[in-house]
């Protein structure tokens, strides 16, 4: 229980009362008081002004309408008097009297956040600030932008060291310059040195490309402009020769490759050695892979991207249409990742099909970290038809696995061997297959963070298929199958939705609410039982969670991977009737003058301005909240 300190209050319990009550009881009748009509006042019998308050005298004086009462009146209702009338003040100079801080920003919103940036475009984000009006502003540099506003410090230069690559160029006659280009990004590699920039221009490059050891930045002209058209336009196409790019040489971060469409490759096993179909990144090898499009690629391993012994960095791009064909070693549609500690970005893994396992993400040994990236539609011959791992400590977090498939078994996931999942705010949705829809775990340790699972479909009813993974825990998690999907005493759950099982106290079984699950929205209608009903303290021997109040809104998180903006309960509803009226104030003024012992929610409401105090200044927030609410 928490109690309430009363420093600081000097008013005693009769006054405070009294003074409450007319605040609140006197002003909106004032507020709500008829305007007086301009033309009323008159002379009468007595030789004095009749003004427009039913009463007279010699002088009366204009006055006008403080409607938010911040001292300043509203210059359109006006009004002549004899003497002063409260809510009524002599000047006519408030901008807005709707507004008590009389502070509109540039949406007219009262109290707002949006503001002006330097292109004069007016929102809250400051993300966005300048990027619709900056370029180069050098006519000499080859992206010159006339309609820029403000210098992006981004020109390029012929002088600078970039090397120009243009299907109009020649590897015979030209020099790599922008006037004078080399036609193939192969030889342009060969002629640059570590550090410099190939910048290839729109087109269609029928090669095969390996950085040779070189930390170059090959790229298109999104990488200086951040312009998304210049990805599908410029290709690269391996002809089912090889790998379409290749970092086998120890590249490091330096080495860049983006704003392509990386197509028609075809990886194979050179010495021993294995080959992606779209990228191959091998021995020690750590680029950066950015705003890429990996589509149509074939390999044993690794339809789209193959990874071993390294740890590249894959950001913003998309991973479509790939596959891996072979035999029961055949993993990876999308990507294959062995002994590797990579880091996927804001990525798209759709569409994918595995000859074996992982038809979307394949992953054995290591350390792989996914933030932000959807798995869709992927499908798998055997297991994992959106993500296979094993022997590794993986973390998923804001991640969407949904509408993947396995012949066998494990439609979303497989975790197996000896290894850690972490999974915080993922979304495991409408996977299927004949056994395990949503997932399978064999000797590891998953731990479900605000985890959503559901619609998931497997033809034997067990959607989680669980052996010798004591250690599994949820928490904050909605696990809403069909199917009786586990044995429970497998299980730790704390704070959990659960379809058919209300296991015990902090646990419950009640529909989520969904939004549209049809279109894959898994946010909660704002009547879901879900809202609020989390917890933001959590430790045992297996999983210790401790989120700050900026994590969530209202008084605890949300049940489930998307947090919502409603809350069960709004501070200022003191007495939880769904209203912040005269009621709750008070409820509030009782429990300052009486020193009241609260609960922790109770004790949340009533602290207005969030300081760990409950006293007069929430007091006074309180009835600004009842009054312009």
Known sequence: ??????????????????????????????????????????????????????????????????SDDDGLGDPNTSALTC???????????????????????????????????ACDYCDDDISN?????????????????????????????????????????????????IDNPFESILHTIEAAFSSDTILVHPGIYYENINYSGKNLVICSMNYFTNDTSFIPITVINGGQNSSVVTFENGEDSTAILAGFTITNGLGGIISSTYY??????????????????????????????????????????????????????????GIFSKNSNLLITDVEIIGNLAGFNGGGFYNRYGE????????????????????????????????????NSANNFGGGIIFWMEGNLIMDHVIFVQNYAPENGFMYSNSSSPQFINVTISDNISDNNIDFGIEESPNLIFVNSIFWDDAPYFLL???????????????????????????????LNYSLAFYSPCIDSGTSDFENELISI???????????????????NYTVNNIGDINDDYLIDILDLISLVDIIIYNLELSEIEFWL????????????DIFILIELILYN
Not at 606 to 615: C, R, V
Request: proline share 4%; glycine share 8%.
């Open 276 to 333: 992606g179909g779209g990228v191959t990144i091998i021995n020690d090898s750590n680029p950066l892979l950015e705003n890429l499009v990996v589509t149509n690629n074939t390999a044993f391993k690794g339809g789209g991207i193959m990874i071993q012994d390294s740890s590249p960095n894959i950001n913003n791009s998309k991973i479509v249409n790939n596959s891996s064909m072979g035999d029961v070693f055949s993993h990876g549609g």
């Open 1 to 66: 229980m928490l109690k309430v300190s009363n420093e600081g209050l000097i008013m005693n319990t009769t006054y405070s009362k009294v003074v409450t009550f007319i605040y609140i009881l006197v002003i909106p009748a004032l507020f709500n008081q008829s305007i007086p009509d301009d033309n009323h006042h008159k002379y009468n019998t007595r030789d004095c002004i009749e003004d427009d308050f039913n009463d007279c005298c010699e002088q009366p004086f204009d006055v006008w309408f403080d």
């Open 129 to 177: 600030d300048d990027q619709s009006c900056t370029g180069c502003l050098n006519e000499e540099a080859i992206n010159y932008d006339p309609d820029a506003l403000f210098d992006s410090g981004n020109c390029i230069y012929p002088s600078d060291n970039i090397w120009h690559v243009s299907v109009s160029g020649s590897d015979e006659i030209g020099i790599g310059t």
């Open 368 to 403: 792989p970290t996914l933030r932000n990236v959807k798995i869709i539609g992927n499908a798998t011959v055997n297991a994992g038809g959106g993500v296979s791992c094993g022997f590794s400590e993986a973390n998923l977090t804001d991640c969407l696995i949904a509408n």
């Open 489 to 519: 005493q497998e299980l730790n759950f704390e704070y959990c939705d659960i379809l058919g099982y209300n296991l015990f106290g902090n646990n419950i079984s009640e529909d989520p609410m969904f939004v549209d699950p049809s279109n």
């Open 83 to 117: 003497s002063d009338y409260f809510g009524w003040v002599e000047n006519n100079s408030d901008p807005d009297d709707n507004c008590y801080s009389n502070f509109i920003d540039c949406l007219d919103v009262c109290d707002g956040t949006a503001y002006y940036d």
């Open 546 to 564: 401790h989120l700050d109040s900026n994590d969530y809104n209202g008084f605890q998180p949300d049940i489930g991977a998307i947090e919502s």
């Open 606 to 617: 009533a602290d207005l301005n969030e300081d760990g105090l409950i006293d007069v200044l």
